[in-house]
């Protein structure tokens, strides 16, 4: 068909087009869509921001153990370890993705370092876990028992802040950065079992989710054979990677058997499964705008085939085929559904850039709206499809 027989079939049909029929789908799959797209490109951005080493809504890791009352074991054997079946029980939990132990050292450590020719010595501990939970890999992370060297250490930032402000701002010694501390060298000395060693050390990371001073596992499970005095205890404390943080089963199921996680991470946990909960919401919402806006279209696109249908008619006894009439609502439809989705763009990238802003004061950074556009022109796509087989069964009909 000749564009000029398109133009003359166009002038034809769309006498009776209702203009309020259209804008009415227009606004409304406009509001859907824009609904959609920005709630998508909001979670996105803020969960940007806590997936990050400093986030300011928890991670997906939790550390368990159990907690200690009254007096504790001074006067008695109490168990504050994990058994198996307690591990075997949080893996076969829905939210949970993996459980590690923590394994402590059975040895005594004593570590001392020099700083502007004024020594320190103390007394410390180290702990190890599996390298997957960790939330930094530095350079030198390895230990090898067939010839042991230096010490790499991963330290919490928790215990550089204390030092920083709280025991060197107090005794007049000089406050260190991470990478400073990083160039000290550590004198480590371990004993028991009727023997110790001198070993060199280093701290080589700062670790934001763990609050321990934590050693390559292959390093501690050679200390404890050569070192440890006593046998090996069950693990007491479990980190534990979740695929739901603040998901209430995890609070229900920590607080049935009376155990505890360490800082607020079941708090900060919950604000975001609120965060998904109220952003599932607002899409299904704007969603169902969508669906609804998609109805309203369709029953515009069927009265008006109903009202052209003595034209219909017309056209087919002068040999026009049902594709030629359709794709004039093809043109309209597409040329509304692409505005829809412009101005849908435009409303979230405005509203992005005014909490950008904010996530940027508390130092995060904003993920890029490329996936939010690519879901909204999906849609948008998916939309026009539908549309397109609607019109397309509704003009063979009217022409049988």
Known sequence: MTANSRNIVWRLLRRNISPGQIIGYALANFIGLAIVITAVQFYRDVTAGWNTDDAMISSDYLVISKRVEGMGSLFGAVSTGFSRADIDSIQSQPWCRRVGSFTSSRYNVQASVEMQGRGMSTSMFFESIPDEFFDVSPDGWTFDPSAPGEIPIILSKDYLALYNFGFAATRGLPQVSESMIKMVPLAVSISGNGRQKEMPARIVGFSSRLNTIAVPQSFMDWANDLFASTPADDPS????????????????????????????????????????????????????????????????????????????????????????????????????????????????????????????????????????????AAIIILVTTFNILTIRRLTRRAFA
């Not at 209430?248 to 079941?266: C, M, N, Q, V, Y």
């Not at 029953?299 to 359709?326: C, E, F, W």
């Not at 692409?338 to 950074?365: E, K, N, P, T």
């Open 237 to 376: 404390r479990l980190i534990v990677e979740v695929n739901s943080p603040g998901d209430p089963a995890i609070t229900s199921f920590i607080e049935r058997h009376d155990w505890e996680t360490a800082g607020d991470k079941l708090n900060s946990g919950r604000a975001s499964y609120f965060l998904t909960l109220v952003t599932s919401v607002v899409i299904a919402v704007g969603a169902v705008i969508s669906v609804l806006a998609f109805f309203i279209l369709m029953l515009s696109i069927y009265l008006l085939i109903q009202k052209n249908r003595r034209k219909i008619h017309d056209l087919m006894l002068l040999g026009y085929t049902p594709a030629a009439v359709a794709v004039c609502y093809y043109r309209l439809v597409a040329a509304v559904n692409i505005c829809v989705f412009a101005g849908a763009a435009g409303v979230m990238l405005i509203a992005r850039r005014v909490w950008s802003q904010s996530l940027d004061a508390m130092g995060a950074s904003v993920s890029s709206p490329w996936m939010a556009l690519f879901v909204g």
